[in-house]
């Protein structure tokens, strides 16, 4: 057990932990000392005293000579020696990426805006005003034309007697999300951040990361959780802790134990994680490429002509030159008849004609290419291959007909036949009747038929009155006032959404760290002191979030501690003390 | 027809259970303790949970996908979340008054799902190309566990706010343990059980009620900030993960949608919420009127953006029905 407790505790420390069992320890002398102190309460410093002296002794063989070591020993706030080799350099590089960004900003910027920034209801008010603007940012219709604003806000009739779009229209609410008001409350958090980590967080940990033995009993009973064991060894308690996880210190009569340290971190890593993401959205914004087309089966395009620059530092890649074929575009379908699945094949030409890649694309499954992302996300029937008495075929054109609500599609086509002069031919009057169960006909026009996705073509004869349905491929064909029509295939175009966006690495990253990090905030730092007092073990302990979890854990844990009966027991204890 | 059978008596078991149990909390508060039921409501609260899972899992096979995809089973979701909530605490052999605010709260997201409001939507229904993902089960199952948990949360702020600001406590003596009932508010009759054996019985009332009611206040504080710091978690999760399958659907991680907008409001009100912890001087009746605010909000999120039907999330909601 002192080995390893001796390994954990490295520099000073270490000197003082051997010492547990160096030969200097066994001297009678010393043993006079520490029956002494079991006697009395009050000598028990004295003997502590010794030790230290002792410990002195060690000590000046090694490195800090210039010290004074027996202070340290007992006023055991002053310096302390890190934990261990690990926790250093895992502190040392989260400072180094803290204080990269951190520093060269903030030492310009005079201590008292950054004492300010850092204030907690400030944070607060900022976080507050933030979710305030962005319940309103849905509360008001995004992204519409002036005149709606008008309309739905006037000014003679103020919403809440104040509101009318008047405001809406000089602060930027009718598009909240990149309006200057919300833009700036964003940047002023993220500088509270930066201020508080700087300022409150990081000094907090190194006041965590510095530990310390407590050798009054009047202190270490004034912290939240308190016991007190007759009959045990402070030793005993140390293995027991140790088994639960904790890290434990020893230093004579005194024991320092601690656990869940990286909870203390973990909220440098928040704000760190969120830092990195506001700035992976705004490389986001500066920096990508949008663009969405609608491509019929077989035709191509090339993807730089699609693509339209979002931001300022927006940069073409050589990759836009490629061209992009629609080989087939097609669905699946349930035996519902809904649609369960659109796919799309796609092959990529580089310039010269080469095929760089394919794949069939659907929904959730997109095509990347360089940093440029394919996705399916919306469809079209574009034409009607029909036979007209056998002779054909025919493309016809199809056009999508407006739906309101409902996330069906409908499309119609009107096919011109007998007299090319008749008026019927001419004016292509198509008005669209919604009935109760949202079944949509298409009256008072001629031989017209509508399409809800590739798998049913409904058509109609020349009075408006339903004809019969049909199947593409069926092959079936259906009489319409004396003409055979037969649908040879529906011809579906893709809805493609291009883009490429240098942010989404970023932001990722700090996805990855924001979920790491709030779950490692989860953890509570424990630390636990004890002071060997006679017989009696006094144990003090506090943590700074599971307060409820912790003294169920001290319980069950000091139930665990075992009780030292005989005297001879008791004398082996102390004799390794 | 197997399968609505089987679903149907799953319900209608749970449902009564959790009546029951209820009802039992009311007994134990109303007239005096029957040894034996307050054991037993915890048994029933293990067969809900049980019951909940079944009906789920009989709608996973019969629909063969993940029973997420609409209002309904996200509520019966949520009541699973709430009974899984109460579970933890029971293997871990914490004595708590969490189920007080569960049960209630799983009766209520029950009843409202199986009620005559949400008829149509009891079919499972089909999933849409965009939610045919594996993200589906990450990113749902996370938001409505977080949900749970927020609720939870705040719902023992709300108790600490009403036993904080109400002058007249009830309480009533036990040999072995004492109740506090507080009265009705918005979400039902909430009860706590304080199963501490009281030592100061022999103290003077007042002292001892205001020792008590410090105690109650203090751990319901606790047990709040527990509880929502691990929503907040699962919340985290959740809309991170639903921010990278947006980027696979939608091409976009983040496109201001209500639903998501929402979603980052209740995120930074519990990011407020964990904030005013760190000071003393907000800590206690302040958090607990943020995460109160916070209750409020969760509810728009969940339901009340569903209920609009905009935006992209718009799966599961009303709007097919009422045109």
């Known amino acids: 057990m002192l080995i390893t407790m001796a390994s954990m505790s490295p520099s000073k420390t270490q000197g003082q932990t051997l010492l547990l069992r160096s030969p200097l320890l066994h001297s009678s002398n010393f043993k006079t000392h520490v029956f002494a102190f079991l006697t009395n309460n009050k000598r028990s410093q004295s003997a502590s005293l010794k030790i230290g002296v002792v ?118 609410f009718d598009h909240m999300f990149s309006s200057p008001v919300f833009l700036g409350m964003l940047i002023l958090l993220a500088a509270s951040l930066m201020a508080c980590t700087y300022t409150t967080q990081i000094p907090l940990v190194k006041v965590a990361r510095r530990w310390s033995f407590l050798n009054s009993a009047e202190v270490i009973k004034k912290q939240e959780f308190t016991d007190s064991l007759p009959k045990a060894s402070v030793q005993d308690l140390g293995v ?41 959205g705004t490389l986001s914004a500066s920096g990508s490429f949008r663009g969405s087309v609608t491509v019929p089966q077989g035709l191509n395009f090339v993807m730089g002509d699609v693509l339209a620059p979002n931001g300022f530092i927006s940069n073409p890649t ?28 796609l092959s990529l030409y580089d310039l010269n004609g080469k095929e760089v890649m394919r794949k069939t694309i659907s929904v959730n499954d997109p095509l990347r290419y360089e940093g440029i992302t394919i996705y399916q996300t919306d469809w079209s029937i574009s034409a009607l291959q029909i036979l007209k008495d056998n002779e054909g075929p025919f493309n016809i054109a199809m056009a999508p007909l407006k739906l309101n609500g409902g996330d069906k599609k409908l499309f119609g086509t009107f096919l011109p036949v007998g007299d090319t002069d008749s008026p019927n031919v001419k004016g292509m009057y198509v008005s669209v009747f919604y009935l109760l169960h949202h079944f949509p006909i298409l ?111 001290m319980d069950r844990l000091l139930d665990q501690v075992p009780e030292i009966v005989n005297s001879s027991s008791l004398q082996k204890s102390f004799d390794s003390l | 027809m197997i399968f609505f059978t089987l679903e149907h008596i799953l319900t209608h078991i749970s449902f009564s259970i959790i009546s029951i149990v209820i009802t039992i909390y009311l007994m134990t508060l109303l007239v005096h303790e029957i040894v034996g039921l307050a054991d037993s409501s915890e048994k029933g609260m293990l067969v809900t949970f049980f019951c909940i899972t079944g009906l789920l899992v009989t709608r996973w096979i019969f629909s063969g996908h993940l029973p997420l995809s609409n209002l309904y089973e996200s509520f019966m979701f949520l009541s699973w979340s709430f009974s899984i909530i109460q579970m933890v605490p029971y293997f871990s052999n914490h004595k708590n008054n969490l189920s007080a605010i569960t049960a209630p709260s799983a009766i209520f997201t029950q009843g409202f799902a199986t009620s005559g409001l949400l008829t149509e939507m009891h079919q499972s229904t089909i999933l849409v190309p965009a939610l045919q993902s594996q993200w589906l089960m990450m990113h749902v199952s996370m938001m409505i566990l977080s949900y749970a948990a927020l609720l939870c949360g705040s719902l023992l702020s709300v108790a600490l706010l009403v036993i904080t600001f109400r002058k007249n406590i009830n309480i009533f003596y036990k040999s072995t343990n004492f109740l506090i009932g507080i009265g009705t508010f918005s979400f039902g009759e909430i009860l706590y059980v304080n199963e501490r054996i009281n030592f100061l019985q022999n103290t ?66 519990f990011a407020i919420y964990l904030h005013t912890r760190t000071n003393k001087n907000l800590q206690g009746t302040n958090s607990a009127i943020v995460a109160s605010i916070g209750f409020l909000i969760i509810w728009v999120c969940y339901f009340g953006v569903n209920l609009l039907g905009v935006g992209l999330h718009s799966y599961g909601s009303f709007t097919l029905t009422s045109n």
């Open chain 1, 240 to 280: 027991i802790l140790m088994g639960a996880g904790y890290e434990v210190f020893l230093k004579g009569p005194s024991l320092y134990a601690f656990k869940g340290l990286a909870g203390r971190f973990a909220p440098i890593g928040v704000h760190i994680a969120m830092l990195l993401i506001m700035v992976g």
């Open chain 1, 443 to 553: 009256a008072y026009e001629p031989r017209s038929m509508l399409a809800r996705d590739l798998q049913s073509i409904v058509l109609y004869d020349l009075e408006g009155k339903f004809a019969g349905v049909r199947r593409p491929n069926s092959k079936i064909p259906i009489d319409i006032d004396g003409i055979k029509i037969t649908i040879v295939d529906a011809i579906g175009s893709s809805g493609l959404d291009l883009k490429t966006d240098p942010g989404v690495p970023v932001v990722y990253a700090g996805f990855g760290a924001l979920m790491l990090t709030t779950c490692i905030s989860y953890l509570s730092h424990s630390q636990i002191w004890a002071l060997q007092d006679g017989t009696t073990v006094i144990i003090g302990g506090k943590t700074n979030r599971a307060k409820i979890e912790f003294p169920e854990e």
């Open chain 1, 318 to 345: 050589k990759a836009f030159n490629t061209e992009v074929h629609v080989n087939k575009f097609s669905m699946d379908y349930y035996d519902s008849g809904e649609v369960s699945q659109y796919h799309t094949d």
């Open chain 2, 204 to 269: 003077s009332f007042l002292l001892f009620r205001n020792y008590h009611r410090h105690q109650l206040i203090q751990q319901l504080d606790r047990w709040s900030y527990r509880v929502i710091s691990l929503g907040f978690i699962f919340l985290t999760i959740g809309i991170l993960s639903g921010a990278v399958w947006a980027n696979e659907a939608w091409g976009s991680y983040w496109s201001w949608d209500p639903k998501e907008t929402w979603a980052f409001i209740t995120w930074t009100i």
């Open chain 1, 55 to 172: 410990s002195k002794l060690k000590t000046i063989t090694q490195k800090e000579k210039e010290t004074p070591i027996s202070r340290k020993i007992i006023l055991s706030e002053g310096k302390v020696p890190t934990l261990s080799e690990k926790e250093e350099v895992s502190t040392k590089s989260q400072k180094k990426t803290e204080e990269i960004p951190v520093m060269g900003l903030l030492k310009k910027m005079p201590r008292k805006i950054i004492t300010a920034l850092a204030n907690l209801p400030l944070a607060i008010g900022e976080m507050s005003t933030i979710a305030a603007l962005m319940a309103i940012g849905t509360a008001i219709d995004q992204g519409e034309a002036p005149d709606y604003y008008f309309q739905m806000y006037p000014e003679d009739s103020p919403l809440y007697g104040i509101f009318s779009w008047r405001w809406i229209l000089s602060l930027g």
